[in-house]
């Protein structure tokens, strides 16, 4: 890998990026930041992928029947699309490269507390990934990501390599989030007090909570459609007595609370960007912090709102219901203590703060969407249409790719020592904006107008909402695209970055742009917290060398 | 909600006719948490945009920067957030009571039981009618589906209507409904089920109850003079099936089972071989071999079609063992054969 060659600000130690080791020092680096720069290469190569399937898919989308490819085809293509950007993008994306990052130096930290452990996670995300991947092309499953019995026993294609590789990936996934709650209770710097544990961390540290606790649900239920599929076990089969319904149960606990793996690291990095680029501290921490909790908490009690129409009872429908709609609540906490913060503040605008712009709108549109559907009698309309599948994008697409963005511009000269174009950033950052909105709003529509999700051919009615969505998924493609080069090119030809680019007080700019393998040459004493924005520059300098 | 207002909103809304008696009340509650999304979004993203422009830095920035006290935001916070509480509160109290409704049939339904599988909709009526894809109710009468599916979960969703329901394998599930004039109105799977999940659509054929009885009352004349217990109905036609060549009758039992879902007339390859020149041709089988195509090969792949597969398709043909009396056999071998005996093939997709 080549990157560019930038002096330390502090020029006594070689930062992470040059400290040599060629090609090997890279493949068993214990530094958490090399691990983090191979998960951030792995995770945009998944990206890229997921989205020229979702290109292909809206392109097939463009006539009724067939346009480029058969039905066989496009069902693989929905599952592949899934599955990737699940599994190999979503849930691990902010996490394993902005988390392992940001995380240790956050709270004054060499590395993570098993660097070891963070480097297997790596190898067994690319074994997972391998095995997902390799199982797509050879057997190619057409279940779609939520693999539903008993479909998925009968299912002519091959089930069962794509279910192994998903349960590898989770295997990593649970990996990382002993590391982060581990590195998080034991390698605090002796200043950094629960109390002053920066936001992000805060929001990492319940994403590993919920990563903990509930994957391991997922691989049980992985391995038993595994199970039902390759050796006909029958556990979900109605034929010889299994229930097909009970998949769905244990299916949603995980993927329920999986929605969240994905959403509270985008909000981790809203965290910090907010109060960076109003310069003030947030307007309430402590609010952020605990509405963090309450929605890894209420996450694993809302699985229900899966399956309104699947036969449950209407007791049960109306419990998950009403509390389904606290998710809302937390989140409406921390969009209220996000938009409070700017007030008064002293606002600069670079780019991820219109990535923030973006994403408040998106989330909170998204979000109010996802109450509509918790609304039983509309759901009974709107479930398994287009509605639920924009619904979802806003939240998947429009909330966490939009802060994975966020934080590939906030943090990047903190990990490259390079500044990047501030103006093609900001274009690319509406460019998205607009893109998105063109892609998922039809879907809206046309899922009130009743238009069934994962349905390859159409009636003909609904074909010029369908244009629309397609010519706007290409723009948002190449807005991805125009954002993507922009950094990149910035990795070459960038301005040098200072260590604190952006004026910020959070601990992780106290570094020098790259930082030194060990982050801080001595351990950081921070006596007044993150987000003090009352000391000057020179005060938050000098807290990094004291001691 | 005043007529002309409520036609305003179902049109930019882009929802679909209200065919159902509760499809108003419901229509009603989606305008009320559609627009309060919307301002509600809109509104926060206005909030942030004035802020932003308004407190934007005018001057480089000073050292230490001035920290302005925090607003005493607490009150009106928490008032937001009570507030916000109880309007979701309200949404979910008038969902769940309608959803109730929509759950709940009332006492006295007329019954119809509904058998679904890869990849049609089969309807049996308490007096003896079957159709299948074609779903006729009366207008103005609470009707109630009984429904299970032969196969995997599907899912029995007439937008029209705003009513949805899995069916599923192993149990049988209702859905109740009251349509409230006479028309037709789509009916889709929602609940991905296989390759041809997305073909799997059907109507509901509302007719005004004298014409429904009639209809009743034709398809009782025609089993009583039919030659075969199961005589297919012309679809769409009422009156007693008339006599009528084999090869058309082969075709309306071709649509009727669902065989054109997958095997076309005109050459063309689709999800299985076409028809078209397939009669004593030589078929490739997928554990290597060939044979030739003969009555005995075409009957066999109807009633066990895993036995001798066609290379280079999937094999997802259902058995049609014990579901097609002889005579329907014959129509469709019929059929096959008046699409000639060229032995032109298509590829496999």
Known sequence: MTLPAAAPAHADAPDYLHTGGGVAGWLNTRDHKRIAIMFYVSVLVFLALGGVFALALRTELLTPERTVMDAMTYNRMFTLHGVTMVWLFLIPGIPTVFGNFVLPIQIGARDLAFPRLNLASFYVFLIGAAVTLAGMIVGGTDTGWTFYTPYSDQTPTRLVPVVIGVFILGISTIMTGINFIATTHTLRAPSVTWRRLPLFVWAMYGTSIIMVLATPVLGLTLLLIALDNGLALGMFDPAVGGDPVLFQHIFWFYSHPAVYIMILPAMGVINEVVPTFSHRRPASYAALAAATFGIAFIGFLTWGHHMFVAGISELDAGFFGVLSMFVAIFSAIKVFTWVLTLYRGSIQFNTPLFYFLGFLFLFVFGGMTGVAVATQSLDVHWHDTYFVVAHFHFIMVGASLTAFLAAAHYWFPKMFGRLYNERLGMVGAMAVFIGFNLTFVPQFLLGNLGMPRRYYSYPPQYQWLHVLSTGGAWALGGSLLLSLANLLAALKWGKRAPANPWYSRSYEWLTPSPPPTHNFPVTPALDTGPYDYTISEEEFRASASAR | ?349
Request: net charge negative.
């Open chain 2, 1 to 349: 909600v005043n007529p002309t207002i409520n036609d305003w909103l179902r049109t930019i809304l882009f929802l679909p006719p209200q065919a159902s008696t509760v499809a108003p009340a419901i229509d009603h509650l989606h305008y009320f948490v559609i627009i309060t999304t919307m301002v509600g979004a809109t509104g926060v993203a206005l909030l942030a945009m004035w802020w932003l422009v308004r407190y934007r830095r005018r001057a480089p920035l000073q050292e230490p920067p001035p920290e302005e006290p925090a607003p005493s935001s607490i009150g009106l916070e928490l008032g937001i957030i009570t507030g916000l509480f109880l309007l979701f509160l309200a949404w979910w109290l008038v969902g769940f009571l309608q959803y109730l409704r929509v759950r709940v049939p009332p006492e006295d339904t007329y019954d119809i039981y509904v058998t679904a599988k890869q990849w049609m909709w089969k309807f049996a009526y308490v007096e003896g009618n079957q159709t299948i894809a074609q779903l006729y109710v009366p207008a103005g009468k609470p009707v109630k589906l009984i429904m299970t599916s032969r196969d995997v979960i599907h899912s029995f969703f007439v937008p029209d209507f705003r009513l949805k329901m899995d069916v599923i394998p192993g149990r049988y599930t209702t859905l109740w409904f009251e349509a409230r004039e006479p028309g037709t109105h789509p009916i889709y799977c929602a609940e991905y089920c296989g390759t041809q999940h997305s073909t799997m659509r059907a109507e509901v054929i509302v007719l005004d109850q004298a014409d429904f009885g009639r209809w009743l009352a034709a398809g009782q004349r025609e089993r009583a003079h039919a030659p075969t217990p199961s005589e297919p109905s012309v679809v769409g036609e009422l009156g007693p099936a008339q006599p009528m060549p084999l090869r058309q009758r082969g075709e309306l039992v071709a649509a009727r089972e669902g065989c054109l879902r997958c095997h076309t007339l005109n050459g063309q390859p689709h999800i299985a071989p076409t028809f078209a020149g397939m009669y004593r041709s030589r078929v490739p089988l997928a554990g290597g071999g060939e044979i030739v195509a003969d009555d005995d090969y075409l009957t066999e792949s109807m009633m066990d079609p895993l036995a001798k597969i066609h290379a280079g398709f999937v094999p997802v043909m259902p058995s049609y063992f014990g579901r097609l009396p002889p005579a329907e056999v014959a129509a469709l071998l019929e059929l096959i054969h008046s699409l000639g005996e060229t032995p032109e093939k298509g590829t496999p997709p």
